[in-house]
C-alpha cells in the first residue's frame, strides 16, 4: 500500500506541470459548481427574505371564517403556528369629506382589525413610523387615511359600529356603494331599451322603485370608542387589505376572542385565521383536507391554490333581491383560503421563478460535469500513456491489475481532493462577490435583500459532483492501465497502430504547405485521440460562447423595445374626466412644468379624428368602417414641436405644419414582424379630418360647432414620434402644434400627459408630487420613473451578462486546460521525433512552419465544426424568442470573429509555449533519452 502511495506522489511530483493543469481543471469545475450552487441558494434565501418582508412567513390564510369554527385550524394535528384577526368594526374616516390627497375615491371607510400576538409576528406589516399596538386601546393607523392633523400619541375617538347595505350586514370584505352609485346604476338601467333590461332586471319594478327614499352604504349601531394612535403603517399587501374594498385597515391588537366587535350579532362576525403547517412541501394536501374541513373548494390548477365557492346569485321577484343581486358577492362572502407565496420558495410548491432558476443551474452544473469528465478524463488518459512503460514494469514484476487499477484512482483522489478544495474555497469567494454585484444591479429593482449564504447542502453537493467528475474520469483510463501487458508496454508496439493508407496525405497538402504540412498532416493522424479531444475541447467553448452571446443579443433588444431611449425619463399623465375635469389637469400640467429641475419637455393632448377610407392601403381596407378610418390628431407645446419638426429635419412654419405618422409593425402568421403604413397618403396630400366625440344628434352639434371639421394638407410623412407618443396607434397620428389651431381649439382634446427630461428624475417625482399634493390632485396623476426603469432593465441585462459571460469564460478556462495538457504533454512525447527530424536537416523555419501548420489545422477543425454548431444553436434561440418577439434572425458575425481570434491565441501560444522548452534541448541528449 506504501509502495503505490509514494509511487504515485512521486510521479505527480515529477509530472508537476500536468498535475498542477489537472488540478486546475478540478478546481475550476468545484468553483464552478459551487458558485452556481451558492447563488441558487443566496437567490432562495433572498426570495424568502423578499415574501416575509412583503407577505409575510405564513403559509395560507383562511378568510371570513366564523368565529365559532375557528377551532378547525387552530386545533388541526398539522397547524403548528395560527395567527387571527377579528373585525373590531368600521368608522368613517377624517378625510372621507376632506380635500385630502391620501383618500382613494370610494374608500371612505376606517376598517379595524385586531391582531393576536401570531398575527403581528407572522404578517408582513411595514410601520413607518411609531410601534405596533400592545392592547385593545392603542391603533396602528393605515397611512391612506391618517389626516394631517393627526400625530402619533395623539387620542382620538372614533364611533365603530358594522356596515349595513339593503338591510343587511355587510362584512368587511364589502365593496363600498354610495347612494349616488346605486342611483347612477338604477338610472343607466333605466335608459335601456325593454329588450336589453329582460334578462337582467324587471324592468317594470326598477320604474316603480322609490329612488327618493334609497339607503346606500352605511354604518349602524355605531358607539364612540376612545383609541391612542401609537404608529403610521404602510397600507398592508391584499393578503391583509384588498384595495376596492371601500375602506383601508387600521390595527389593534386582540385582548382575547371577547374583544369587541361591532358585528357580534350579525352574519358577518368573522375571522382570518393566518396559518402555518408543519411541512411546507404538504402544502397542497394538508390544505385540501382543510379546506374541505371548511367547506371550501379547491382548484388543482397549480397542485395547492384554493379558492371559495361561489354562492348562487339571488333569485326572485322583489326589487330589493334584484339590486341586492349585483353585489352580492361583496355582501356575504364565502370562506376562502389563499395561499401566501412565501410557501412557494420554502417548500418549492409552484413557484415559477424559483423553479427556472433551479432547473437552470442543474443544467448548468450538468454541464460543467460533462465538460470536466471529458476534460479530466483526458489528463488522466494521457497520464496513464506516459506511465506505460513504469507500469508495465511494475506488472513485470508481479503487480496485480488492482493494484495497477489502484495507482490511476489513487492519482485521482488526490488531484479530486486537492481541487475540490481550493475549487470550494475559490467557489465561497466567488459567491460572496456576486452577492454584492448582485444587490447593486437588482437588488432595488427586485426590492430584495440579497446576503451571503452557503449552506452546508452546497459543500455535499460540489463535494457528490466532484467526487463523480473525478470517479468517471478516472475509471475508464484505469481500465485501460489495468490491462495493460508487460511485453507490449515495455516494447512500446501499441503506442501507434496505424496503416500506411491512413496516414496518406493529399498532393495538394505537399502542393500547398509543402513537407512541414504532410508532416503536420500526418502527425494529427497518427494521434487521432489526442488531436480530437483539443477539437472537441475548442468547438464547446465555440459553440457555447456563440450561442450565449446570441441570447443576450436578443434580451438587448427586447429592454430596447420595453425601455428603450424613448426620449424622455419622467411621464406624468392623469385619471381622465369629464371636459372640465380634462382642462383643470391641462392647467395643472402648465404649471408642473415650470417646476426647478426639468430640463425640457412636451405636453401633449388627444383629438380623436376620422379621415376618409380610401386613403387606407390594401392591407387594412377591411377594417373600414361607414367609409372613415379612426386616426389620432396629436397637439403639441410649442417648443417641443419646434424641436419635434428639427429631429425630423422640416423646415415649415410650425402654425401649418403637419406630420403623418403612420407607420405599424405588422404580425404575420409566422409571428415575424414586418414594417408597414396604414394609408398610402404622401407630402402634399389634402385630407377631410372631422371629430365627432358627442354622439348620434350630428347637425344639431355641427350647428352647435361641436364637431371639428378641417382640411388639412400633409407637411411631411414620418415615421419617427414626438417624444411622448412611445407605441403605434391602430390608425396613425397626424402631430400638429397647439398654434396650429389658433385661440379656437377644438371641443373634444383629452390630455395624454407632461414627458419630462431631467438630469435628477427621483428627486423632480418628488417635486412633483409635492405640488399635487398641495393642490389635494395626488390621486389625480400618475408618474413613471421611466429613467430609472431604463437603468434597472440595463443593470438586470448587465447582471445576466456577467452570469452568462462568466459561465463562458470558466468552461473556456476549462476547455483550454484540457488543450493545454493535451497539446502540452503531445509535443513532449514528440520531444524525440523533434530531435530526429532536426537531425536529419530540418532547418529552424521548416520546423517552426510545420508547428504553425498543426495549429492551423487544430483551430480551422475546431472553427469548422464549433461555428456551424454555434449558429445552429444560436438559430435555436432565436426560435425560442421568436414565439413571442420576432425581430428577424441574425447570422452572429461578431461573436464569430471573436471565437476565430481566441481559438487561434489559444492554440498558438499553447503550441509555442509548450515548444519553448524542446527548443533548448540537446538533439543527441533528446534522441538518447528514455521517454516515460
Known amino acids: 500500500m506504501d509502495v503505490i502511495k509514494n509511487f504515485v506522489k512521486r510521479n505527480m511530483a515529477r509530472n508537476r506541470k500536468r498535475t498542477i493543469v489537472t488540478i486546475i481543471g478540478v478546481m475550476l469545475s468545484a468553483a464552478l459548481m459551487c458558485a452556481v450552487a451558492g447563488m441558487v441558494a443566496t437567490f432562495r434565501e433572498g426570495m424568502l427574505t423578499f415574501y416575509r418582508y412583503n407577505y409575510g412567513s405564513f403559509y395560507g390564510k383562511a378568510e371570513n371564517v366564523p368565529v365559532a369554527n375557528l377551532s378547525y385550524i387552530t386545533d388541526n394535528a398539522h397547524v403548528t403556528r395560527a395567527g387571527v384577526s377579528l373585525a373590531v368594526g368600521t368608522a368613517i374616516s377624517p378625510n372621507s369629506n376632506a380635500d385630502s390627497q391620501n383618500m382613494y375615491e370610494g374608500n371612505p371607510y376606517m376598517y379595524i382589525m385586531a391582531f393576536d400576538d401570531t398575527a403581528f409576528e407572522d404578517v408582513a406589516l411595514n410601520v413607518k413610523e411609531g410601534r405596533l399596538p400592545e392592547n385593545d386601546t392603542e391603533l396602528l393607523v393605515n397611512e391612506l387615511v391618517m389626516p394631517k392633523e393627526w400625530k402619533v400619541g395623539d387620542k382620538v375617538t372614533l364611533d365603530v359600529g358594522h356596515r349595513e347595505l339593503f338591510g343587511e350586514d355587510v362584512a368587511i370584505e364589502g365593496g363600498y356603494f354610495s347612494k349616488d352609485r346605486i342611483e347612477e346604476d338604477i338610472s343607466s338601467v333605466l335608459e335601456m331599451n325593454d329588450d336589453e333590461v329582460d334578462t337582467v332586471f324587471d324592468l317594470d319594478v326598477l320604474k316603480n ?95 395547492s391554490e384554493d379558492v371559495g365557492k361561489v354562492e348562487e346569485e339571488t333569485t326572485g321577484d322583489s326589487i330589493d333581491a334584484k339590486m341586492v343581486a349585483p353585489y352580492k358577492g361583496s355582501i356575504n362572502p364565502s370562506v376562502t383560503t389563499e395561499k401566501n407565496d412565501y410557501v412557494k420558495i420554502l417548500g418549492g410548491v409552484g413557484d415559477t421563478a424559483a423553479a427556472a432558476v433551479e432547473a437552470l443551474a442543474a443544467i448548468i452544473i450538468g454541464i460543467i460535469v460533462v465538460t470536466s469528465v471529458f476534460v479530466i478524463s483526458n489528463s488522466f488518459r494521457i ?160 459553440a457555447a460562447f456563440i450561442a450565449l452571446s446570441a441570447f443576450l443579443d436578443y434580451g438587448k433588444e427586447i429592454s430596447v423595445m420595453m425601455y428603450g431611449d424613448w426620449g424622455y425619463d419622467v411621464s406624468v399623465t392623469d385619471s381622465g374626466g369629464n371636459d372640465e375635469q380634462q382642462l383643470n389637469n391641462y392647467k395643472e400640467y402648465e404649471k408642473l412644468s415650470s417646476i426647478e429641475g426639468i430640463r425640457e419637455y412636451s405636453l401633449l393632448r388627444i383629438l380623436p379624428v376620422d379621415v376618409p377610407g380610401n386613403v387606407v392601403n390594401d392591407n387594412f381596407k377591411d377594417y373600414v368602417e361607414n367609409g372613415e378610418w379612426y386616426m389620432e390628431m396629436v397637439v403639441c407645446d410649442r417648443e417641443s414641436f419646434n424641436r ?212 492551423i489545422m487544430y483551430g480551422a477543425r475546431s472553427l469548422i465544426i464549433g461555428i456551424p454548431l454555434g449558429t445552429a444553436l444560436s438559430y435555436a434561440i432565436y426560435k425560442a424568442f421568436a414565439k413571442e418577439v420576432d425581430f428577424g434572425y441574425s447570422i452572429p458575425f461578431i461573436p464569430m470573429l471573436i471565437a476565430t481570434v481566441f481559438v487561434a491565441i489559444v492554440v498558438w501560444i499553447t503550441m509555442h509555449f509548450s515548444l519553448a522548452k524542446i527548443k533548448k534541448q540537446n538533439i543527441i541528449e533528446t534522441i538518447r533519452k528514455q521517454t516515460y
Open 644 to 855: 419635434y419638426l428639427e429631429k425630423i429635419n422640416v423646415s415649415a412654419n410650425p402654425k401649418d405644419a403637419v406630420i403623418l405618422v403612420d407607420t405599424t409593425t405588422m404580425v404575420n402568421e409566422d409571428n415575424s414582424y414586418e414594417e408597414g403604413r396604414f394609408t398610402n397618403s404622401k407630402k402634399g396630400d389634402v385630407l377631410s379630418v372631422t371629430s365627432d366625440v358627442y354622439g348620434d344628434n350630428e347637425d344639431a352639434r355641427k350647428n352647435a360647432g361641436e364637431i371639428f371639421e378641417k382640411d388639412v394638407q400633409i407637411t411631411e410623412v414620418s415615421d419617427v414620434k414626438p417624444t411622448g407618443i412611445r407605441w403605434d396607434n391602430y390608425g396613425g397620428y397626424l402631430i400638429v402644434s397647439e398654434d396650429y389651431f389658433g385661440d379656437n381649439l377644438p371641443e373634444g382634446l383629452h390630455n395624454h400627459g407632461l414627458y419630462i427630461n431631467t438630469d435628477e428624475p427621483a428627486e423632480l417625482i418628488d417635486s412633483l408630487n409635492e405640488v399635487l399634493k398641495s393642490d389635494g390632485l395626488r390621486e389625480d396623476f400618475f408618474m413613471e420613473n421611466i429613467a430609472k426603469d431604463r437603468s434597472d432593465m440595463e443593470s438586470l441585462m448587465l447582471l445576466i451578462s456577467i452570469f452568462l459571460y462568466g459561465f463562458i469564460i470558466v468552461t473556456m478556462l476549462i476547455a483550454v486546460t484540457n488543450v493545454f495538457n493535451t497539446i502540452h504533454t503531445n509535443m513532449n512525447l514528440r520531444a524525440k521525433e523533434f530531435a530526429m527530424l532536426k537531425s536529419v536537416g530540418m532547418t529552424g523555419n521548416e520546423f517552426n512552419r510545420m508547428i504553425r501548420l498543426e495549429s
Open 209 to 303: 322603485y322609490d329612488i327618493e327614499n334609497l339607503v346606500g352604504d352605511h354604518i349602524a349601531d355605531a358607539v364612540p370608542r376612545e383609541y391612542t394612535i401609537v404608529g403610521v403603517m404602510e397600507s398592508p399587501n391584499n393578503l391583509v387589505q384588498v384595495y376596492g374594498r371601500g375602506g383601508f385597515i387600521c390595527l389593534t391588537r386582540m385582548k382575547d376572542m371577547d374583544t369587541f366587535s361591532a358585528y357580534r350579532d350579525t352574519d358577518a362576525f368573522t375571522a382570518n385565521v393566518f396559518y402555518t403547517f408543519d411541512k411546507a412541501t404538504k402544502y397542497g394536501t394538508y390544505n385540501a383536507k382543510l379546506s374541505e374541513t371548511l367547506g371550501v373548494e379547491t382548484d388543482w390548477y397549480d397542485g
Open 383 to 542: 497520464s496513464v500513456s506516459e506511465k506505460k512503460i513504469q507500469l508495465g514494469m511494475l506488472s513485470s514484476i508481479g503487480a496485480t491489475k488492482r493494484q495497477i487499477k489502484k495507482i490511476v484512482l489513487k492519482e485521482g483522489l488526490y488531484i479530486g481532493a486537492i481541487g475540490t478544495a481550493v475549487g470550494i474555497l475559490l467557489g465561497i469567494f466567488v459567491v460572496a462577490i456576486l452577492t454584492v454585484v448582485v444587490q447593486i444591479l437588482i437588488g432595488d429593482l427586485l426590492k430584495i435583500t440579497f446576503r451571503f449564504v452557503f449552506p452546508w447542502w452546497v459543500v455535499v453537493i460540489v463535494i457528490v459532483m466532484s467526487a463523480i467528475t473525478i470517479y468517471f474520469s478516472c475509471i475508464l483510463p484505469a481500465r485501460t492501465a489495468a490491462k495493460i501487458s508487460p511485453i507490449e508496454a515495455i516494447r512500446g508496439n501499441k503506442e501507434v497502430k496505424l496503416k500506411g493508407k491512413k496516414l496518406k496525405t493529399g498532393w495538394f497538402t505537399r502542393k500547398l504547405f509543402g513537407i512541414g504540412g504532410v508532416i503536420a498532416a500526418k502527425n494529427l493522424k497518427r494521434s487521432r485521440r489526442s488531436y480530437r479531444t483539443t477539437v472537441v475541447s475548442l468547438v464547446i467553448g465555440v
